[in-house]
């Protein structure tokens, strides 16, 4: 495992990290979800990857017991959430989700800081761009949660590059902490945003970025090729909307061909797309999903075949995919 | 029950809200001022105004305990006090009355925090302005009390539109936290300030209004037409300032005929000048004041009002109102 | 008894103070100082000026024990300090004494407050100019006491002009609070300092006055007229090296010659001396010493004697004093 | 015993100090620390430099536990602490070591505070450049250890000179606490950096000094002249990096040379090499490191030579060593 850079920031992250992204509490209890963080950190993981809203604040509960129990030294991990949607979904939710006001803010981060039982937070992320709150009410109350030592660096997840740097020039002229990095979609499928629009971004502002889904929902994997296959993550009812794009004929079939070429490497397409998305020097870390041990021990295969991914392999896999990309 | 972002804040309040000015401690107990605050609550208000000034501490003090009976969320209200003239009336005042300088500022905003029983307010205000305190000394106060955690916005009430574009550009020079909402009476006997003087303000700074006195202290209920009332806030021996004005010959001569407007769009003339002041968009809460809960629940009828306020009907209005207003 | 602004700034103090600096713990316990405090708040002063060095830290347990017997509210009083000189006299004193360096600064208000007994001391002094120490080290740590709500203002003593504004541009550029108030000597033979060296200091940055010594340590009462009276401040060990100063021949004919001036006025010459000092505009109040009830309350007769130096007789104080002022 | 302003600071350091690199933990116990602590104190010392890294923590604790037992009042003394490696040498030391990164410097700091039981550190030092940390992120987090009230002043230790004003500019640009003090090496065999590199820096930032190794490791004290004495620092197993160094003949022949002029001044070669760092206004303090309570009281001796040091004798001692210095 290599550790980079978060963006031009002084923290140094594992290229490939572990998220709680739909799995932990639905899919993953405490126990499970320990013996997963072990199994990660032994490997040189030490990035875990959690929001506010995943399993509407279980997952942060989970993990903080799995911290609780592994005892890692605090130095030794890197902690993440993210605030937007909020935890509560009926009743008025004016101000409660969907937000990146002060109020919201400042009362989400002390929630999470008591859900995973820890007194600062590595990465806090502003989860999605709020369009009614002005980007100096997010920035000020970001930046207030890193001066009272509740965080240590604050980003943002799926912003335009307009807003990210809007962000950083008001943080600049009024003295604040300033956003250090952004959680984009990255995979195979999905890579305008990162290879092109926040292009600038990297030298001019020191972006980091910790990409999620490498596996486009499990499409990279190829269990989609012929349906839903029961118990994956595309059969869970809180995922039925994603179901038709993970039936795409076409990215289907590009998936079978590159599972010739990962099998050619001496791997599977799974860990060709995260070893794809790692070979990116722009990228500081992939965030993995998994709820099985033995998905993230596979996944965690990619490591292998990240050196492999000569300029002639890149180009065969660039054939196949850019086309069906956005 | 529509929300409305309090100016460019990302704070979002509700059309009407409920404020406690004359009416708590005074007229209404604890129990009523729960009862009250359920009632708008479940209509789905959820802004309470409150000032350190109503009641002499006491409107804080019902307030907080009915709060704390009512177990809310923290995040499903907003609330505010204001700050100028202090709490006591006899011995020595100077320092406690009549002022903004930040000796008094910071001791009040504690004072709040305990007769409320919270651990922030969300919205304070500079009660009036104080042109015996420099605005440097103001702001500096009222943007610590953010920085504190104590408060979440500031801003001002009855302020001129110079200084309130004073205390914005000096927050702004100096990175502190900027005022972001006036609260002005505004109805339809006095428009003014909201519809003249802080034109600009709106769009440079932002400004968002929480506006009061929408009945024009009752006459815009059409009840002083015929004298005072018995038991009416008019009767109220600290109101007695007011009367005269209550029992304006021409002003209640336009209410008769705006009681027939109303009827015909099957409501009542208090409905229609609450209506009246929702219907502008700079406005981002009306403040209703209510002693009886049948008097706030007549009043939430406004809200059925509003869509009525055609251009046509906004014009007979005008021509009633306007000329007698200031 | 009136009220004036402290320089520029909102807070309000009487147009004469009561210090502690000689009497307090040397002449004063805290009974008599009790008493004192309670005379004189009766009498309206809400200043009372005390120092870190006056009886090295007694004179503030004095004046804390004091409050705490009185019980006013915190609000109706305005309480000072200041630092430079140090606690201690023996010993390594490098870093504790002359200086106003952060290492010293951060440490001695914290002493004071517990000293005091306090939450927070209104205003704090830097008792002297340190030549030794950067005004932008300085600056940083007072203003750092007001962050931190030790403090509310700051302000220097005896600094000159100069350095006074020096201090208040660093802050100006740095965003931190500004020094708000001097505390010079000034009384009929000391004038330059604040008659002319401190003339745009004023209307440039709102400098506030808070004078002492308004009777010359004693000189201006007539009573050293014939030599060093036993139990008077001259007769203090700690006072020897102003004796000569006390006796000088030409101060003294000028003073009975004030004497009689003061009896025309229907006072005697401390009460005019004290009430010359406070007829300047620029100064905000002027700070009394007693050692004896009955001494205070002769002193604040002045407050009679002020409306009465018309411009014929100022001329006439002048006359006398001027050519033997500094 | 002479004291200094640190640099520009208004903090004022004794010429001679106390280090405990090498020595405590390894060599020194608890008593033996709190005895030559007390001598030092006793001498005038009143500066004592430490570091996270030296015995890996333990010598933090052993200074924490030599001041609780020695009772000084914590205005008499300044203490230093330095982070950078961290104190862990084995697993993932990602984060943990060779860092500068917020993550790191603001867990550091609350350990050092943890393991010396004080409540602040007068000077905390970036004890290595880290050229993986942008220095604007290294300065917010040392900035933030001085407004959180954990240390009083902050500097560098083996920084360029190009770096440290870059840190001094990003200080003054942000508003933030500027870096006031280096920490080199600075010997007779070892002064470009100091004469040389750092030459603007006195001026144009007011860079203090606080040097080390003033004896070369010990070369300086001639007693490697003929091998790795057994007990010496030499023979440390941790020190076996700079036996050669340690050795170099040409060296040890000027040192041999330089006993001469020490014996004509009526010192030892280790008093003329510290008396000639301590000569030297640019430094504010050198730093003596002493493993026995007798050599620490042989080094103070080196104060005596200090004012024997004419330009004549600078002169011969310059044309032995300076050919042989980088």
Known sequence: ???????????????????????YHNQVDTTAATEMLAAAFDAGVNFFDNAEVYALGESEVVMGQAF???????????????FFWGLERDGNTT???????RKYLMQAIDGSLQRMQLDFIDLVYCHRPDPHTPIEETVHAMSDMITQGKALYWGTSEW??????????????HHLHKP??????YHLFHRTRVEQEYARLYEDIGLGLTTWSPLASGLLTGKY????PAGSRGALESMSWM????????????????????????????????????????VSTVILGASKLAQLQDNLGALALTPKLTPEVLERIDALTKPLAK
Chains 1, 2, 3, 4 share one sequence.
């Open 1 to 23: 495992m290599q550790y980079r850079r978060l963006g031009r920031s002084g923290l140094k992250v594992s290229e490939l990290s572990l998220g709680s992204w739909v799995t």
């Open 243 to 282: 179901r038709e794009q993970l039936q795409d004929p076409a990215r289907n079939a590009a998936v079978a061909e590159l599972e010739k070429i990962a099998a050619e490497l001496g791997g599977n397409v799974a860990q060709l797309a995260i070893a794809w998305a790692n070979r990116n020097p722009r």
């Open 160 to 173: 335009s590059a307009a807003d990210i740097r809007a962000a950083w020039e008001i943080a600049d002229k």
């Open 180 to 185: 250090l990095m952004e959680q984009p979609q």
């Open 68 to 82: 609780k129990a592994l005892k890692w030294p605090r130095l030794n991990y890197v902690v993440s959430t993210k």
């Open 95 to 101: 101000n409660r989700k969907d937000t990146l006001n």
């Open 225 to 228: 090729r012929s349906g839903i």
